[in-house]
């Protein structure tokens, strides 16, 4: 139930601020998903998926889009939401 929440949040706010930069730059066009695997951590994504960029937006953008707290663990197969 949470993810339809999410997606509607998501939609409502690129539709209501299309020009607004999310994450490095980065304009929100898609939405994607990342499964999370043995030995992650938000850091290691956030290198993976933003190459070249500052792993400390990167991280903060994917707990806030996920609503993860600091001291969320990562578990294999979680599904991570991701705007690029």
């Known amino acids: 139930m949470w993810f339809y929440a999410f997606a509607w949040t998501l939609a409502w706010m ?3 601020y299309p020009d ?3 994450v490095a730059g980065a304009h929100p066009s898609r939405v994607h998903v990342y499964v ?3 030995g992650d951590t938000l ?5 993976r ?11 903060y953008a994917l707990k806030t889009a ?3 707290s600091d001291a969320t ?3 294999p197969g979680e599904r991570l939401m991701w705007v690029r």
Do not use: F, K, M, S
């Not at 850091?43 to 290198?47: E, G, N, Q, T």
């Open 14 to 16: 690129v539709a209501r």
């Open 20 to 22: 607004t930069e999310w």
């Open 36 to 38: 999370v695997q043995p």
């Open 43 to 47: 850091w290691r994504i956030a290198v």
């Open 49 to 59: 998926l933003y190459p070249g960029e500052d792993p400390r937006r990167a991280v």
């Open 66 to 68: 996920n609503h993860l």
């Open 73 to 75: 663990r990562l578990v």
